[in-house]
């Protein structure tokens, strides 16, 4: 891949500027298989993707895994997770170290998509275990994952946090507490400070696949960042990314990564239990009036969080 490859921060670690994002092909949305899946992977690492980000929640793992024992190439590895307590975070590293067959995960962040400037309260103990998994060598660096741009603002000025992965697209979709511009600034603050900085959700969960390349420009003009995750799910997507980053763009998405996805709830299986309310990062879902769930599509990310908390399997990304 001939694209600058940049330092995170203060750490050692170094990326390639275009993250392979793994959620998408996962069960949380498109559910493809651990092979097919494991495919897309070992062509984007063939092609110089030197970074992939993945998740506990994701699933997807085990088609990391495969993928890096077919190629023999061992790429830079996020992860996150949403465990609160000490116990919890650390059964959650271990379980990544075992599902991935490495020896250390470089970045594990609290998984904080939701929670606001309270967030390091709430995940006390969990960045304390963080920080003896850092110091025995099974983390490299500890991160965060927020959606808060007071999140965002406050882990510029957090010592323990060595990386930071935000929200920000050129609509604005899927921030809490402020602005895009305000964003802009809490990450200019982070990349200043020293922080390790990758963008997430720049295509607003696939809305605006059509806008790819006004999309593009508009966070690579941000400047101040090392990386920027996309999800891909196909052989295609990966090629016209890779092809995008190395400068033989822009041109047109090919026809396989129009966004057609959106998140359905079935009335009649919902219970009325409000988990994917709870759930939901960008406060898309709320109860009508016979307290069933409905979508609205207009914010909603298909980011599929909403999935696995629903007791009755009523909600489904399509």
Known sequence: MNVNKRFLGKTNIEVTELCFGALPMGPLQKNLSAMESAKIIELALNRGI????????????????????????RPILASKSNKKSYEEMEAAVNEALQSLNVEYIDIFHLHAAREG??????????????????????????????????????AAENDIIDVVFPIINMNGMGLLDGTKEEMVQAIKKLYRSGKGVYLMKIL????????????????????????????????????????YFEGNGPGEPPSSTV???????????????????????NYAISLDFENKAIIDSRTCLTCGYCTPVCPEFAIRIV
């Open 50 to 73: 030197n970074f992939i980000d993945t998740a506990q929640m994701y699933k997807t793992y085990e088609p990391i895994a495969i993928a890096m024992k077919n190629t023999g190439i």
């Open 117 to 154: 400037a309270n967030a390091f309260e709430i995940f006390a103990e969990a960045l304390k275990c963080l920080v003896d998994m850092k110091s025995k060598g099974k983390i490299k660096a500890i991160g965060i994952s927020t959606h808060s741009v007071a999140v965002a603002d406050l």
């Open 204 to 243: 607003a969960g696939g809305s605006l696949i059509a806008n790819y390349n006004k999309a593009m420009e508009y966070a690579r003009g941000i400047e101040d960042y090392h990386s920027i995750a996309l999800g891909m799910t196909s052989i295609e997507e990966v090629e016209y990314n890779v092809d």
């Open 259 to 281: 966004n057609n996805k959106k998140a359905l709830a079935s009335r009649a299986m919902c219970k009325s239990c409000g988990k994917c309310v709870a759930a939901c990062p």
